[in-house]
């Protein structure tokens, strides 16, 4: 089953009121072009189209296993390494990234269960959402989970070139439920996962995933 996601639904609805609005007008005007009618009309019907399925939220059952991390996201993995996280954890981490296009869905999901122990909004720049420099320079989320045998996670939302809005619902003590909406972020971007280094990565470079239902690591405890 498939859904609107909310931070879509003002905009789509506009978007339709001055589509079909601006095909009025030319119909209103310029009623012979029959041609040019036809053309504008298959425009506005693909580039809503296009709008619309990047707002799509499918609706499914949450995962509910202890111990597995599960994607936040739907995308490919572009980054499986150890890198040091130092705006919180201050230690090594293995880092997953998850890139984001503008064809995928959107809709960001915790990837265990747990409480929000630390929660920051940092502006920053617009470089691509692959760049290697794109985790510490660009505008971003930062958040960690802490799940409920005490591991910590730390899970960053990345604004790409194109995407300019990051939008997100939790603050520091809030309870997420796994594969639970935690953000959005709008037109291609990327979210990082700093796992602990005793981490089992279950997922492989280049691999799609599907928020909230690919597993990607196993902690171990």
């Not at 296009?101 to 960001?108: C, F, K, Q, R, T």
């Not at 720049?125 to 591991?151: C, F, Q």
Request: glycine residues 6%.
């Amino acid at each position: 089953m498939m859904t609107i996601h909310k931070e879509g639904r003002v905009l789509l609805f506009w978007m339709m009121i001055i589509l079909v609005a601006l095909n009025y007008l030319l119909y209103y005007y310029l009623p012979e072009e029959r041609l040019l009618m036809n053309l504008a009309i298959m425009v506005s019907v693909i580039l809503y189209l296009i709008v619309l399925q990047f707002f799509r939220n499918p609706v499914f059952d949450p995962p509910q296993e202890d111990g597995i991390v599960f994607a936040p996201a739907d995308g490919k993995v572009v980054v499986i390494e150890e890198a040091v996280e130092d705006e919180y954890l201050k230690e090594k981490r293995k880092q997953v990234s998850i890139f984001m296009s503008p064809i995928n869905v959107h809709v960001n999901r915790s990837p265990v269960k747990g409480i929000v122990e630390y929660f920051k909004y940092h502006p920053g720049k617009y470089l691509v959402a692959w760049h290697p420099k794109s985790s510490t320079e660009n505008e971003r989320t930062s958040m960690v989970i802490r799940d409920t045998k005490g591991n910590k996670i730390m899970v960053r939302q990345i604004a790409g070139a194109l995407a300019r809005r990051i939008k997100w619902y939790v603050k520091e003590g809030t309870p997420l439920e796994q594969g639970g909406e935690f953000g959005f972020i709008k037109f291609g971007s990327r979210v990082d996962l700093y796992l602990p280094l005793d981490a089992e990565i279950l997922c492989q470079m280049d691999q799609v995933t599907k928020g909230a239902r690919t597993p990607i690591a196993r902690l171990k405890k």
